[in-house]
């Protein structure tokens, strides 16, 4: 069987793109990769028929195009799996993947094809709504006279006329997606202004018609407690590998 692998825009795999987002009901984290330019697509072809794409990007560096983060083949061609990627990998010259472990697919290919694989982040989905009440907190919207000391954070709890806490929504992921972020100032802590601040932004994010999703470094345990009170769960996993395809 002869696979052709071709660099192309954006633009020729759109609708490839489309069915890999619409198949998997998730937040892509790397999804504003291809909106910034910060990855090439490769076109798979069989023949005259476009059978699936993939993607690459720079696992330390932007610029660089050394790891595989998309894969996705047409449900009829995926018999042809590993023959495809390890085409797709020859032509691209990547040495990492970078997959989602609610990505089945590519998941699929990191255990196969890779040595030394590790999870980098947690990824949480909303599963329930809470209503945590801080006496004096008010979650508001920051104003332009807020010291913020280079914080740029679109939201804020001001209690008593002080910032304790500040977040917001990212939206360049794939809709209807919202990634929660937030911190809290260190002379305010563990008094559940974090948990307070994720709640609101996540009603925020329903009220603008998005879905809120957070992740979260795997070793961070205490932002992972504040996202799971505040009703998120875990929905997987960011993992990385090294390819190691065995040559004949």
């Not at 198949?23 to 699936?52: M, P, S």
């Not at 002379?187 to 879905?211: C, D, F, N, W």
Request: some cysteine.
């Amino acid at each position: 069987m002869q696979v052709n692998i071709t660099k192309t825009g954006l633009d020729e795999i759109r609708d490839l793109r489309t069915m890999f987002l619409h198949e998997n009901h998730f937040q892509f984290v790397c999804n504003k990769c291809h909106d910034y330019g910060w990855a090439d697509t490769w076109l798979f072809r069989i023949g005259n028929v476009r059978v699936g794409y993939g993607s690459v990007w720079g696992t330390d560096r932007r610029q660089d195009r050394d790891t595989i983060f998309e894969f996705y083949l047409l449900p009829v061609y995926r018999k042809y799996a590993s023959f495809i990627f390890e085409e797709f990998h020859t032509a691209a010259r990547a040495i990492w993947i970078e997959a989602q472990s609610n990505d089945i697919f590519l998941t699929t290919m990191l255990y196969r094809f890779c040595e030394n694989s590790f999870a980098e982040a947690i990824l949480f989905e909303d599963h329930f709504q809470t209503s945590f009440e801080i006496p004096d907190a008010i979650f508001r919207k920051r104003s332009e006279h807020d010291p913020m000391d280079g914080d740029d954070s679109d939201y804020v709890v001001d209690v008593d006329g002080e910032i304790v806490a500040s977040g917001g929504l990212m939206l360049n992921y794939n809709i209807p997606y919202a990634d929660i972020y937030m911190q809290t100032r260190e002379a305010h802590r563990e008094k559940g202004y974090a948990t307070y601040i994720v709640q609101e932004l996540k009603r925020t994010a329903y009220k603008m018609g998005r879905v809120p999703a957070a992740r979260c470094n795997v070793g961070n345990r205490i932002s992972q407690a504040t996202l799971e009170k505040a009703g998120f769960r875990i929905c997987g996993f960011r993992l990385k590998g090294v390819i190691r395809i065995a040559e004949d």
